[in-house]
């Protein structure tokens, strides 16, 4: 199968599609089309060579949050 970055709705989820980095003090980054969403990560830790892996997030719409800014 070939992976490639995306978002779109799933029924009730927000679906996030790219490659995660992880990164130093427990968070992890995902790349979704060269956009890079932060992501805070609780427990249980991700697993094993999760970092640079292709993963999806679903989450509900109301744990999603869109801060603007500028580059």
Do not use: C, N, Q
């Amino acid at each position: 199968m070939l992976w490639k970055s995306r978002l779109w709705e799933d029924g009730d989820r927000i679906v996030f599609r790219g490659r995660l980095s992880l990164v130093e003090g427990g968070g992890a980054v995902l790349d979704v089309g060269g956009s890079l969403i932060p992501f805070d990560l609780a427990d249980p830790l991700l697993p094993d060579g999760v970092d640079g892996a292709w993963v999806e997030a679903r989450v509900a719409p109301d744990h999603v949050t869109v801060w603007f800014y500028e580059v």
